[in-house]
């Protein structure tokens, strides 16, 4: 089955600087990439996806990055707020879905 | 479009006891995944549904453990003879088609006394 790997754990930047999260996959079947938060006590949230055609996405301050060739795929955050602080994870999907285990951000005001 | 629903949202259940859980998906979606979570730590995979069939349960524990997905009505998640490690937020997602777009609902926080 598919393996995510996903860095790092935790994460702890400065309000307005960037933070960057990455993931690698084995499985080349994997074709859909989505990214979700989860703020404590909540539902993780789907905040932006990737399909395996497409190389970069952007949303506002949010974007993400697929390497197909090299297997791995990134989120970034730019000029984080504190309402950026939660877990993130990111997922590969071909039929089902696995996810990575899941990185902390905290952004210190 | 109501959301992906589940409940009840919190479960208390002493030990031998059974735990149902129910997970309604969005409407028009016909595939149904259960996440069981740990406290601060990550999602991990139980079981993989579309209506009337078990897709993948190679998440599900051998014993104790079930789950369907009915041709009407809600999937449900059943653990017979719960255990304290069983203590867990149980979450459930749906998609429209597999492997696309996943919803979650809000969990099911199950506590084991």
């Known amino acids: 089955g598919e393996n995510v790997e996903q860095h790092p754990s935790t994460l702890s930047v400065q309000e307005g600087d960037s933070a960057v999260i990455k993931c690698t996959y084995s499985?080349?079947?994997?074709?859909?990439f989505p990214w979700y938060k989860q703020e404590l006590g909540k539902r993780p949230q789907l905040i932006i996806d990737i399909r395996s055609n497409v190389g970069e996405k952007k949303d506002q301050r949010i974007a993400v990055t697929l390497n197909k060739t090299a297997k791995h795929f990134s989120l970034h955050i730019t000029e984080t707020q504190p309402e950026d602080s939660a877990v993130y994870f990111c997922?590969?999907?071909?039929?089902?879905?696995?996810f990575g285990t899941g990185t902390s951000l905290t952004v210190i005001p | 479009n109501a959301g992906v629903m589940q409940n009840p949202r919190h479960l208390v259940r002493r030990r031998g006891q059974e735990a149902r859980l129910r997970c309604s998906p969005m409407?028009?979606?016909?595939?149904v995944y259960w996440y069981r979570q740990l406290p601060e730590e990550g999602l991990k995979f139980m079981v993989y549904?579309?209506?009337?069939?078990?897709?993948?349960e190679s998440g599900m524990p051998k014993e104790r453990f079930s789950a369907e997905f009915p041709k009407e009505g809600p999937s449900i998640l059943r653990i017979q003879q719960v255990v304290r490690g069983d203590s867990a937020a149980y979450f459930c997602?749906?998609?429209?088609?597999?492997?696309?777009?996943?919803?979650f609902g809000e969990g099911s926080r199950l506590t084991v006394l």
């Open positions: 549904l579309q209506k009337e069939n078990i897709i993948d």
């Open positions: 997922a590969a999907a071909g039929n089902q879905f696995y």
């Open positions: 499985d080349s079947a994997s074709n859909y």
């Open positions: 409407k028009g979606h016909s595939h």
């Open positions: 997602a749906s998609s429209q088609v597999g492997g696309q777009e996943l919803f």
